[in-house]
């Protein structure tokens, strides 16, 4: 079945560094990928999305592209900020398979000032 | 594999009516959320518990309430349900996994439907 890989972490990073935490999919069709994040003691929120291949999704300065070709959708930023300490997590979604959310297991991110 | 329930799996209501989505996990798990989920897009948080007598409000919380009178137990309503609440409730709960990370685990959904 579709599922979704990404990097595991934790991932900690000084103040304005580069960020890129990796998500690798596998699917039967082609799904809609998002990224979530989920700060401390909140619930997930949407982060970005992209629907098609080729796709960019961006918000925050967090950016993230549909690759169809090396099935990934990896997350990036250029320059990370301590607010942006947090948990992300890789997920994609599909018609074909009754719109069921997979997500990756998450990865830790902790920005150091 | 993961061991918590959605029930009903399908429903079809009218206009007006009360309804309660169940929600149950046998993880021993403390945090649990609901989510709102249209066809092919992203969920939208409705409510999620810390633990037993915990409840916050999500993003799109205002027409429902939840309780958390025992761990294992979460459930759903809505007072009077209207066509706008068709779509997919999804529950799910977390554990952390021994590298600090959350690992979410979802019901198989409830797809509701308000005529």
């Known amino acids: 079945g579709d599922s979704v890989t990404q990097m595991e972490g934790p991932v900690t990073l000084s103040e304005e560094a580069f960020l890129t935490i990796n998500c690798t999919y596998t699917a039967t069709g082609y799904p809609s990928l998002f990224w979530y994040v989920q700060y401390p003691g909140e619930g997930l929120q949407l982060l970005l999305k992209?629907?098609?291949?080729?796709d960019k999704g961006s918000n925050k300065g967090f950016e993230a592209t549909y690759r169809k070709e090396t099935t990934s959708f990896h997350l990036e930023k250029g320059s990370v900020q301590v607010s942006d300490s947090a948990v992300y997590f890789c997920?994609?979604?599909?018609?074909?398979?009754?719109?069921?959310?997979?997500f990756g297991a998450g990865t830790r991110l902790t920005v150091k000032p | 594999e993961a061991d918590i329930y959605q029930t009903p799996r399908y429903l079809v209501i009218g206009t007006g009516k009360k309804i309660t989505l169940e929600c149950s996990q046998t993880?021993?798990?403390?945090?649990m959320y609901w989510y709102q989920q249209d066809p092919g897009m992203e969920l939208h948080l409705i409510h999620y518990?810390?633990?037993?007598?915990?409840?916050e409000k999500g993003d799109l919380s205002s027409e429902s309430t939840v309780s958390r009178i025992r761990t294992e137990h979460f459930p759903l309503t809505l007072e009077s349900a209207r066509p706008s609440h068709t779509s997919q409730y999804l529950c799910?709960?977390?554990?952390?996994?021994?590298?600090?990370?959350?690992?979410?685990?979802f019901g198989s959904g409830t797809q509701l439907s308000v005529l």
């Open positions: 993880m021993g798990h403390d945090k």
């Open positions: 997920a994609l979604s599909a018609s074909y398979n009754n719109n069921d959310m997979r």
């Open positions: 518990s810390y633990g037993v007598n915990s409840t």
């Open positions: 799910a709960s977390s554990e952390y996994t021994d590298r600090g990370n959350e690992k979410l685990f």
């Open positions: 992209a629907t098609k291949a080729d």
